[in-house]
T-cell receptor, first 119, second 111 residues
Framework: GAVVSQHPSWVICKSGTSVKIECRSLDFQATTMFWYRQFPKQSLMLMATSNEGSKATYEQGVEKDKFLINHASLTLSTLTVTSAHPEDSSFYIC???????????????FGPGTRLTVL | QKEVEQNSGPLSVPEGAIASLNCTYS??????FFWYRQYSGKSPELIMFIYSNGDKEDGRFTAQLNKASQYVSLLIRDSQPSDSATYLCAVNRGTGNQFYFGTGTSLTVIP
């Protein structure tokens, strides 16, 4: 149980285009999903916390207009990198936390990640 | 002061030895503690979680929590080359949503 998927697993795009990454909880409902970015040989960096039906909370230094997050349902959150540039190339990982009162509430379950390369 | 601190390593141990990974946290009110393993190019996978003071064992892995010292550790017995990875410590305060991650400790098990 507690499986999180991401799509696509990798994407290559031209500079200036927008890229959408989907994060789905497959067998549980997730009130909260988290979006992380990880550059090579660096640690996970939390970008934003996404709550179903409300606006995402962004970490300091993360541009909310550049990284658009939508959490429209209890099983799906999307991250759109708008006007991507080469410096946005990174490994983007989502995680999900289950509903309060369920066994999946106290843990974060990670998706497999999406590798974005912007040319 | 960082929420969660880990020695970045690298830590090298010979195959069959015990690897000891350490983590300290700053918020005394933290309630849940997690160890994740991350292979290069992959996302983190949960190894263990611990909520109560003391030891928790799962196979070759033992998590140790000392809330008085604000310290959590992970012991890997009979280390295998396949254990070579970066190990992330994470802490949840129990209120709100955020999990705080350490920067990870790189472990290499030498055959």
């Amino acid at each position: 149980g507690a499986v999180v998927s991401q799509h696509p697993s990798w994407v290559i795009c031209k500079s200036g285009t927008s890229v959408k990454i989907e994060c789905r909880s497959l067998d549980f409902q997730a009130t909260t999903m988290f979006w992380y970015r990880q550059f090579p040989k660096q640690s996970l960096m939390l970008m934003a916390t996404s709550n179903e039906g409300s606006k995402a909370t962004y970490e300091q230094g993360v541009e909310k207009d550049k990284f658009l997050i939508n959490h429209a349902s209890l099983t799906l959150s999307t991250l759109t990198v708008t006007s991507a540039h080469p410096e946005d190339s990174s490994f983007y990982i989502c995680s999900a936390r289950g509903l309060a009162g369920t066994t999946s509430y106290n843990e974060q379950f990670f998706g497999p990640g999406t590798r974005l390369t912007v040319l | 002061q960082k929420e969660v601190e880990q020695n970045s390593g690298p830590l090298s141990v010979p195959e069959g030895a015990i690897a000891s990974l350490n983590c300290t946290y700053s918020d005394r009110g933290s309630q849940s503690f997690f160890w994740y393993r991350q292979y290069s190019g992959k996302s983190p996978e949960l190894i263990m979680f611990i909520y109560s003071n003391g030891d928790k064992e799962d196979g070759r892995f033992t998590a140790q929590l000392n809330k008085a010292s604000q310290y959590v550790s992970l012991l890997i017995r009979d280390s295998q080359p396949s254990d070579s990875a970066t190990y992330l410590c994470a802490v949840n305060r129990g209120t709100g949503n955020q999990f705080y991650f350490g920067t990870g400790t790189s472990l290499t098990v030498i055959p």
